[in-house]
């Protein structure tokens, strides 16, 4: 019998212009992901996404970038579900929510869009919404600011602290998931980020894999 495999996607936009954007969290996590557990990007596409393939809590695992732009994205990751077989329960996709305030997680087994179009890209290329995901807070826009400007703009250096945070909680949560369900994932991960109580120790700065700048981790729509 052939081994499962399981499917994490992060959204996010090719290229240098949109790297580390709001926008590119879900690039972000994914990144971070595989890091932690020494998985490198291969240096060939499959289906239009930059792949890392290895073993996370026990379980063969796909971490896939669709390089399609976000409003494509679900082109990419259906050529990946139909290659390797993969039911959507075995998909998990991690994606920014600008509804959401910064540093707040909501995990969920299935559900809509929320508006992103890459999810809803997604959504229509399977003909499912039953697949986990994983919405990133960025938070709303100022006033006056058009929200489509917004997501393409950086983190600045308070709201990096909070990102990076978020981050290491996003790979907990995966990590959950995969060695027990999602339904314990989301009882242990929604909701925001606890507060920092020791803020002496400046973040660590790590290369993340597939990234060409160094980003800084605390021991870490369209």
């Known amino acids: 019998m052939a081994t499962e495999r399981y499917l994490i996607v992060g959204l996010g936009n090719p290229g240098r212009k ?10 972000r996590c994914v990144d971070a992901l595989a890091q932690a557990h020494n998985l490198s990007y291969a240096s060939r596409k499959k289906s239009k996404a930059k792949i890392a393939e290895g073993h996370i809590a026990g379980k063969q695992v796909l971490i896939a970038k669709p390089q399609t732009f976000m409003n494509l994205s679900g082109s990419s990751v259906q050529g990946l579900i139909a290659f390797y077989k993969i039911p959507p ?5 991690v994606f920014d929510d600008l509804d959401i305030p910064l540093g707040t997680l909501r995990i969920r087994a299935k559900g809509g869009t929320g508006g992103h179009k890459g999810m809803t890209d997604i959504i229509k290329r399977l003909g499912t919404q039953e697949f986990p995901r994983i919405r990133f807070g960025i938070d709303r826009p100022p006033d006056g600011v058009d929200p489509s400007n917004f997501v393409l703009r950086r983190f ?14 996003v790979i907990n949560a995966i990590e959950t998931w995969l060695a027990d369900t999602i339904d314990t994932a989301m009882n242990h991960y929604n ?3 606890e507060p920092d109580t020791s803020s002496t120790k400046p973040p660590q700065t790590l290369l ?7 980003v800084a981790l605390n021991n870490t729509n369209g």
Do not use: I, S, W
């Open 18 to 27: 949109y790297q580390d954007t709001r926008h590119n969290v879900g690039f």
């Open 89 to 93: 329960e075995h998909l998990l996709v």
């Open 156 to 169: 600045d250096t308070a709201e990096t602290v909070l990102v990076n945070k978020t981050v290491e909680r």
């Open 191 to 193: 909701g925001a980020a």
């Open 208 to 214: 993340l894999t597939g990234d060409t700048e160094p």
